[in-house]
């Protein structure tokens, strides 16, 4: 886990001098959106009940406190040559209202405390009154004073031990619990207010927010004290000013390190905007800031209002995690603040529109490659994976399925189609090629992307007919055993399915006897869903891809499979699942079956016909149970609309007119057909999805509801087709004395 930042003496602005205000320590990724840091151990250590042992030890840790002069200047010393300098140059200090007439004597006292390993409390008080002093005349000196105290509240490289004395035994703090004295004191307080006022030097501003940081490193109390006062925000302004932004993004790590308060108050004070601000302006040349903003995001972009951000968010994210060598738990932090934009149009309209979806898609492609290798859209032979730990890994893995999933939000908005509707661009070209990428995820942001772009009959035309797009797609369903990416390729090919001109290439591309392998019962019902949906698209219209579905499953005479065919499978694919979607998908490919055979507006000879129904009715004698779902059940009427309309077109053929009066011969089928008929039927039992509630006012207004003229229409269409369902039967001369027990006259014209 992540420590605390310890702020540096070093980290004045002097001119001519290297700045360098951090000690790095490398850190790791924090497991959720609170910050939790490694605790600078410190618990309260009792000696041993031994009185010798209690000795030896007491003997040994004062000896560790014997520096010299060379090895730490003391704090008391250096506050006493920086007070005594006031009062000559400047003016008199009084402290007589605390008691104190002796400046010089009280911080000789405290120092010689300091150096048996005791804090003097006094002393720190009458040092805040004249630091109030100080304040209040503007001296010059008192930037020095508040370096002074900045270092000492540093770690332990000043101090290894601190020994407090009391009558019964000697307890240990570490040199970290000079930070809760600083604050009981007040002059944590003091430096808090100097960073909320107005026109400060930026020499004092800087010590003040050292003194700030490493007084409320792994100190709860002091961080309270900050959240109390509200000084959160007036940090976070400093963030504005560049030459003090290295410097502030520690303390405000410090702060909010493992500590919810604080980061509710940094949220409100909108951070994460000022965070991005300050990736935008500032190269920042510090390895260990840059870490400190990426865990700076990770929380506060929890419940925060993105459209507060700059329009250049997401390009200012995302480009700062395209930076070189960057740790992976950076790059990760910084990914899902950009895709916690780009859930909003404003930002996904600002990509397309300003042509940077290539800066998400590059970050793709490098998180596969080791730095050495290219990051061009379209270079992915040349991804040579990095052995990363496996944790690393998976943490790649999920940072690129959420970007495919922001791309994917991206490619479905209007703007996307009209800006890439040249598909000769780089970045379709790109795209394309990723669809033969042997990487599961370039496929599946390709699939999804250019299948989303597939929205008009000329682009999907193009695709096919110029680009043959559909031929890396079928591979993806022959080769690839992944079920995103699988599903993504099957949707995309529905899409090109849909004008009639690729229909027949389709076909021709084996794409039926491709896709059957997603009919068995076992596949995972998305993907048999999807296959089906598809398959019901090839053929809808197109008497020849409808024949494919008749093709035997073996050619050889002697197999029991030489008597099945591809709709077999789908047929005993509708009496084995559970799902509900792919069993009414399979009752609309055989409804479409008839559709396309009759209806079509492709030149089909009668004798070609009639022997596609032979062969129809031959194979399948299991054929009408889908028909018979669909218009037996009444949640989804426009199903149950294309189901009669399939029977009335089965029923033009002598054989169709025999396997229907058989379906009618059930009561769930004949029922529904004696009401709709009579008009009785009641369409909709449940709210069709495609029908939203209107409200009174609308009703009133319009005089009428749409979603009762929409039923209105449906049972007239409905009671037309029954009735010429029940005529054909009739005039087939198939079922009459079955007809004529079970219809009265006036139902027969």
């Excluded at 990724?29 to 030896?56: C, F, G, I, K, M």
């Excluded at 490289?157 to 007040?186: C, D, E, M």
């Excluded at 042997?438 to 599946?444: G, I, Y």
């Excluded at 949707?491 to 009919?519: C, D, H, M, Q, Y």
């Amino acid at each position: 886990m992540a420590e605390h930042q310890y702020i540096s003496k070093d980290a004045s602005p002097c001119p001519g001098r290297h700045r360098q205000p951090l000690r790095y320590k490398a850190s790791s990724r924090p497991s959720s959106s609170s910050l939790h840091s490694t605790r600078d151990s410190s618990p309260v250590l009792t000696s041993s009940d031994s009185q010798a042992e209690e000795h030896n030890l007491l003997q040994e840790d004062l000896q560790r406190l014997n520096f010299s002069d060379n090895d730490l200047e003391s704090m008391f010393r250096s506050l006493d040559e920086v007070f005594r300098n006031a009062q000559e140059q400047e003016t008199q200090i009084d402290v007589s209202e605390l008691g104190v007439t002796d400046i010089h004597a009280l911080l000789q006292r405290a120092d010689l405390l300091s150096r048996r390993g005791r804090i003097d409390g006094d002393a720190l008080i009458v040092i805040k009154s004249i630091l109030d002093q100080m304040w209040w005349i503007e001296s010059r000196h008192i930037v020095r004073a508040a370096k002074i105290l900045a270092d000492a509240s540093r770690d332990g490289n000043t101090r290894k031990l601190i020994v407090k004395h009391s009558t019964a035994k000697h307890t240990y703090y570490s040199a970290a619990n000079w930070r809760i004295p600083f604050g009981q004191s007040g002059i944590l307080s003091f430096f808090l207010e100097v960073i909320s006022a107005d026109e400060v030097d930026s020499d004092l501003r800087l010590q003040s927010l050292r003194f700030v940081g490493n007084t409320c490193a792994d100190t709860d109390q002091n961080r309270q004290r900050a959240v109390a006062d509200g000084k959160i925000l007036p940090i976070i302004n400093q963030l504005r000013d560049s030459r003090l932004t290295e410097t502030a993004i520690p303390v405000l790590y410090n702060i909010c390190n493992d500590y919810e308060p604080a980061q509710e108050q940094a949220r409100a004070g909108s951070l994460c905007s000022v965070l991005i601000e300050v990736l935008a302006r500032d190269s920042l040349a510090s390895k260990a800031v840059f870490n400190f903003i990426c865990r700076l995001l990770d929380f506060s972009i929890d419940n925060y209002d993105v459209n507060l951000s700059p329009e250049y968010a997401v390009e200012t994210l995302l480009r700062a995690a395209s930076l070189p060598d960057l740790e992976v738990d950076d790059c990760v932090s910084l990914v899902d603040a950009a895709v916690s934009h780009l859930k909003t149009q404003r930002f996904q309209q600002h990509m397309v529109v300003n042509d940077l979806i290539d800066i998400p898609l590059s970050l793709i492609v490098r998180s596969h490659s080791s730095p050495a290798s290219p990051s061009d859209l379209s270079s992915y032979s040349n991804i040579a994976s990095k052995i990363r730990d496996p944790a690393e890994e998976g943490e790649l893995f999920s940072m690129r399925r959420s970007l495919i999933q922001a791309l994917s939000d991206i490619s479905a908005i209007a703007e996307f189609s009209l800006r890439y509707a040249d598909l000769d661009s780089r970045l379709i070209t790109s795209l394309i090629k990723w669809l033969s990428a042997p990487r599961d995820q370039l496929q599946l942001c390709a699939c999804i992307m250019l299948g989303n772009l597939a929205r008009s009959d000329s682009t999907c035309a193009s695709m096919i007919s110029k680009f043959q797009l559909h031929l890396p797609l079928i591979a993806i369903l022959q080769e690839t055993s992944e079920t995103q990416v699988l599903h993504s390729a099957l949707g995309f090919l529905r899409n090109l399915g849909l004008p009639p001109s690729n229909k027949a290439i389709l076909g021709e591309s084996e794409i039926i006897e491709t896709v059957a392998r997603f009919w068995a019962p076992q596949i995972p019902p998305q993907l048999s869903y999807a296959a089906t949906s598809l398959t019901r698209q090839i053929i809808n219209g197109s008497p020849k891809n409808v024949q494919k579905l008749l093709i035997s499953l073996s050619p050889d005479p002697e197999s029991p499979a030489q008597s099945k065919t591809y709709l077999s499978l789908l047929l005993l694919l509708f009496e084995r699942s559970d799902d509900m979607p792919t069993k009414i998908e399979v009752a609309r490919i055989v409804a479409a079956i008839f559709r396309s055979l009759h209806t079509s507006n492709n030149f089909i000879s009668q004798e070609v016909l009639d022997s596609v129904l032979h062969r129809l009715y031959e194979l399948h004698p299991s054929l009408g149970r889908p028909l018979s779902m669909m218009v037996s059940q009444s949640q989804w009427p426009a199903i149950r609309s294309e189901g009669w309309f399939a029977m009335a077109l089965m029923a033009r053929s002598g054989e169709g007119s025999a396997a229907v009066a058989a379906l009618l011969q059930q009561v769930e089928v004949f029922g529904p057909l004696e009401e709709t008929i009579r008009g009785r039927s009641s369409l909709i039992t449940n709210p069709p999805h495609e029908f939203p509630p209107n409200t009174n006012d609308d009703i009133e207004r319009s005089g009428s509801d749409p979603r009762v003229e929409h039923e209105t229409m449906m049972r007239v269409k409905d009671r037309e087709n029954t009735m010429v369902l029940v005529n054909e039967i009739l005039k087939n001369r198939v079922g009459l004395e079955f007809l004529g027990l079970v219809l009265p006259s006036d139902m027969l014209i």
